[in-house]
């Protein structure tokens, strides 16, 4: 029998063929489907859950020699990791030790699914018995009020932005473009804007429902929209990730000033300046300075001001502008907001679910920090109108995230109230086949 041999002295051996990296890139870390468990060649469920076990409990040194574990050939301890029996039949010695080693250091570090929690019902009697549950929103859950989300192929924000001619659309988010030109920025901030500040949608109805009945431990949201304040999601109970329009700073003099005061500025594509600076006087007449020039009689000219330049063939005016206003959004290149990291230290403790909802994953460092921050023995379940492929959460509830909401709360026997809200109408959830716990959520009354 082929078993897995270590040398505490040499390591493994080096396999240089290329496939085999080639291999690993391609597999490592994605979710397989269920047919994975009924191969005779590979590991079954029940083996999968005790071997997965045995590691977590006794580390991968003395995993590796026990017993239980040289009873099974490399290539099928391969499977129990996440490496399906096509990929390593054929492999020789050397290969599948490499294989084995990538696989099983990649369960270590990231979360592996629950395998005992698969099911819609899972979820339902989860959401019943949950005392502290983490919601981790984005853009997907503010798409019914007209608010694109980011990356949604043709209508999301992104796929917007190419008129800008920009190399990466998220440069619009980039601190160092909106420095040099804040009029990019302004040109498609009224998108992400609120319509209508006092309008939520059912998905956030949901989350004050759980508000509501003492279920939500903490709110992280990516959106920064404030759309969860006309929820009345309490700010004790929300950690806006990104920022939001609720506030804004002046770049140059550090003012601060309410959200709602841009907010024609921002449906106009105007830029916003501080009504507090430059100096009080040049504010009051709004008049041009005159640039310092020879006087008649032939006497020297004035010492110029700090803000003039030494150009005397420019016109003979120049205006005084005040600072830039920027909305207390986190871009790209600056530090997401300490209450952040607060929060996660304290939450890491207590929390007993985690929903992450309308959110493609995409963005660091929150994505890694919640899927991988917690502890692993808590649920994770993912609600999207996508599904995600690079992290291992326990159930992918797919559909609009208004919809399967609705049906959740009708599985659990809450009442879910919003005027977007068809109480009548029928809701299908069916498995994906071939693939483990995925669920797709629709309806034929209304299209999404």
């Given at each position: 029998?082929?078993?897995?041999?270590?040398?505490?002295?040499?390591?493994?051996?080096?396999?240089?063929?290329?496939d085999?990296?080639?291999?690993?890139?391609?597999?490592?870390g994605?979710?397989h489907?269920?047919?994975?468990?009924?191969?005779?060649?590979?590991?079954?469920?029940?083996?999968?859950?005790?071997?997965?076990?045995?590691?977590?409990?006794?580390?991968?040194?003395a995993?590796?020699?026990s017993?239980?574990?040289?009873?099974?050939?490399?290539?099928?301890?391969?499977?129990?990791?996440?490496?399906?029996?096509?990929?390593?039949?054929?492999?020789?010695?050397?290969q599948?030790?490499?294989?084995?080693?990538?696989?099983?250091?990649?369960?270590?570090?990231?979360?592996?699914?629950?395998l005992?929690?698969?099911?819609?019902?899972?979820?339902?009697?989860?959401?019943?018995?949950a005392?502290?549950?983490?919601?981790?929103?984005?853009?997907?859950?503010?798409?019914?009020?007209?608010?694109?989300?980011?990356?949604?192929?043709g209508?999301?924000?992104?796929?917007?932005?190419?008129?800008?001619?920009?190399?990466?659309?998220?440069?619009?988010?980039?601190?160092?473009?909106?420095?040099?030109?804040?009029?990019?920025?302004?040109?498609?901030?009224?998108?992400?804007?609120?319509?209508?500040?006092?309008?939520f949608?059912?998905?956030?109805?949901?989350?004050?429902?759980?508000?509501?009945?003492?279920?939500?431990?903490?709110?992280?949201?990516?959106?920064?929209?404030?759309?969860?304040?006309?929820?009345?999601?309490?700010r004790?109970?929300?950690?806006?990730?990104?920022?939001?329009?609720?506030?804004?700073?002046?770049?140059?003099?550090?003012?601060?000033f309410?959200?709602?005061?841009?907010e024609?500025?921002?449906?106009?594509?105007?830029?916003?300046?501080?009504?507090?600076?430059?100096a009080?006087?040049?504010?009051?007449?709004?008049?041009?300075r005159?640039?310092?020039s020879?006087?008649?009689?032939?006497?020297?000219?004035?010492?110029k001001?700090?803000?003039?330049?030494?150009?005397?063939?420019?016109?003979?005016?120049?205006?005084?502008?005040?600072?830039?206003?920027?909305?207390?959004?986190?871009?790209?290149?600056?530090?997401?907001?300490?209450?952040?990291?607060?929060?996660?230290?304290?939450?890491?403790k207590?929390?007993?679910?985690?929903?992450?909802?309308?959110?493609?994953?995409?963005?660091?460092?929150v994505?890694?920090?919640?899927?991988?921050?917690?502890?692993?023995?808590?649920?994770?379940?993912?609600?999207?109108?996508?599904?995600?492929?690079?992290?291992?959460?326990?159930?992918?509830l797919?559909?609009?995230?208004d919809?399967?909401?609705?049906?959740?709360?009708?599985?659990?026997?809450?009442?879910?109230?919003?005027?977007?809200?068809?109480?009548?109408?029928?809701?299908?959830?069916?498995?994906?086949e071939?693939?483990l716990?995925?669920?797709?959520?629709?309806?034929?009354?209304?299209?999404?």
């Amino acid at each position: 029998m082929d078993n897995y041999l270590y040398s505490e002295s040499n390591g493994f051996e080096s396999d240089k063929e290329s496939d085999v990296e080639s291999i690993l890139d391609d597999v490592i870390g994605v979710t397989h489907d269920i047919s994975m468990y009924d191969d005779p060649l590979g590991c079954s469920f029940e083996q999968t859950v005790e071997l997965r076990r045995q590691l977590h409990k006794y580390g991968k040194a003395a995993f590796l020699v026990s017993p239980s574990t040289l009873a099974f050939s490399n290539q099928k301890l391969c499977t129990a990791f996440g490496i399906p029996q096509m990929f390593v039949c054929d492999r020789s010695v050397k290969q599948l030790k490499i294989i084995l080693d990538r696989a099983i250091d990649f369960h270590i570090q990231t979360r592996s699914k629950l395998l005992n929690f698969s099911t819609v019902e899972d979820v339902s009697q989860a959401l019943r018995d949950a005392k502290n549950i983490v919601v981790l929103s984005g853009a997907g859950i503010s798409t019914s009020l007209g608010i694109p989300d980011f990356r949604t192929e043709g209508t999301g924000l992104y796929a917007q932005l190419a008129h800008l001619g920009l190399t990466d659309p998220q440069e619009v988010f980039s601190m160092s473009l909106f420095r040099e030109d804040p009029s990019i920025f302004y040109s498609i901030a009224k998108y992400v804007y609120p319509p209508v500040l006092e309008k939520f949608t059912p998905t956030h109805a949901f989350i004050r429902l759980l508000q509501d009945k003492g279920k939500l431990l903490t709110n992280y949201t990516q959106n920064v929209d404030n759309v969860e304040a006309a929820a009345g999601i309490s700010r004790d109970r929300l950690v806006q990730c990104h920022g939001s329009f609720r506030k804004a700073t002046c770049l140059e003099c550090g003012a601060r000033f309410p959200g709602p005061s841009l907010e024609s500025k921002i449906r106009a594509s105007k830029v916003p300046r501080c009504s507090i600076c430059p100096a009080p006087e040049s504010r009051q007449t709004g008049k041009k300075r005159k640039r310092g020039s020879r006087i008649k009689g032939g006497k020297a000219k004035r010492r110029k001001d700090p803000w003039e330049d030494d150009d005397e063939e420019d016109d003979e005016f120049s205006i005084v502008e005040s600072g830039v206003i920027k909305p207390d959004i986190t871009f790209f290149d600056e530090k997401l907001p300490q209450r952040y990291f607060e929060s996660l230290e304290r939450d890491r403790k207590h929390a007993d679910l985690i929903l992450i909802i309308g959110t493609s994953l995409q963005v660091d460092p929150v994505n890694n920090d919640i899927v991988h921050g917690f502890p692993r023995n808590i649920p994770q379940v993912y609600i999207n109108l996508k599904p995600v492929e690079n992290f291992n959460l326990d159930v992918q509830l797919l559909g609009q995230s208004d919809i399967v909401v609705q049906e959740l709360c009708r599985q659990v026997g809450w009442e879910l109230k919003h005027e977007l809200l068809c109480e009548s109408r029928e809701i299908h959830v069916e498995p994906i086949e071939d693939r483990l716990a995925r669920f797709n959520f629709s309806t034929g009354t209304i299209e999404y």
